[in-house]
């Protein structure tokens, strides 16, 4: 008997048009480059169809796939965990530029541990802490600052830090949860329904765990340390005066390109550098 000759080729759905369509008609904006991420991310057609379906369903990209880029670095991202942003990387390198020789860096509202792990990487040897009042996010961080000796803490903000850190922290990055209460509800639905509350909601004007921040933050300052806290545009000018009125001198530093705000603070009088 002849060897059977191949069946007509078929319309896989596996094709990379296929899953540029689906994602498409799903309105992912990127189609083509998420398709491209998702088809080197399946181990084979059909676990490719199961995280297209993912994606389709609405689910963040970094969720299905498991990771976001932030820095340079691949980070892991867990269901339920804030989805690190892009924009976010002008603090990591603001922080840098600001204390280039930092030793001790404390990652406040860590969530994922993406900025603690950026700086950690980026400071070789620097002592890393990083706290989130949510487990799920103190268990994923815990993955991402490993490699850099890091430590996670569970709890309210400073409450979590080893009390041995006052007066030491050379870099204290917090990228707190700061849209306005009324504001969460017009979030798009990517954060809504997959990232939690506690990560988004900043109370009634998005400031209030700034706030606390901003009023903590020089009782744990190194002579010569920073705190960096992101905001947004509209809220830039209120948080500037927080800084001052917490013993902070402060400025308002902008990146156009990621559209990004990062108010930067120093203990006033504090002219030792780390
Ligand atoms: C906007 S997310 C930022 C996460 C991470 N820093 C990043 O940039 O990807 C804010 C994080 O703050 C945490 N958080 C909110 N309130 C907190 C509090 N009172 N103490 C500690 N962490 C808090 C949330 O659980 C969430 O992980």
Excluded: K
């Excluded at 792990?117 to 103190?138: F, K, N, R, T």
């Excluded at 988004?200 to 002579?223: C, F, H, Y």
Aim: include cysteine; charged fraction near 20%.
């Amino acid at each position: 008997m002849p060897p059977a000759s191949p069946s007509p080729a078929s319309p896989s759905p596996h094709t990379h048009d296929a899953v540029v369509s689906a994602l498409r008609a799903a309105g992912c904006v990127f189609a083509e480059d998420e398709a491209r991420l998702l088809r080197s991310a399946a181990g084979g057609p059909g676990e490719l169809n199961a995280l297209v379906d993912r994606r389709v369903s609405g689910l963040p990209l970094e969720l299905v796939v498991g990771w976001a880029e932030f820095a340079g670095l691949r980070v892991t991202v867990t269901p339920g965990v804030f989805v690190p942003r892009r924009r976010t990387e002008f603090l990591v390198r603001q922080a840098l530029a600001h204390v280039p020789g930092a030793r001790v860096v404390v990652d406040l509202c860590c969530g994922s541990g993406a900025v603690g792990a950026a700086l950690a990487a980026a400071l070789d040897g620097a002592e890393l802490h990083a706290a989130d009042i949510d487990p799920v996010a103190v268990r994923c961080a815990r993955r991402n600052v490993a490699p850099f000796g890091g430590r996670v803490h569970e709890g309210d903000l400073f409450e979590a830090l080893p009390a041995g850190l006052r007066g030491r922290v050379g870099i204290l990055a917090a990228n707190v949860p700061y849209v306005p209460t009324d504001e969460v509800p017009l979030l798009p639905a990517e954060a809504r329904e997959h990232e939690p509350l506690v990560a988004l909601d900043g109370g009634p004007d998005g400031l209030d765990v700034l706030r606390r921040v901003a009023a903590e933050a020089p009782r744990w300052l190194a002579p010569g340390g920073r705190l960096l806290i992101e905001t947004s545009e509209r809220q830039a000018p209120v948080a500037l005066e927080t800084f001052e009125a917490s013993g902070l001198s402060a400025r308002l530093l902008v990146s156009d390109e990621l559209y990004a705000h990062v108010v930067v603070g120093e203990v006033r009088g504090g002219a030792v550098t780390t």
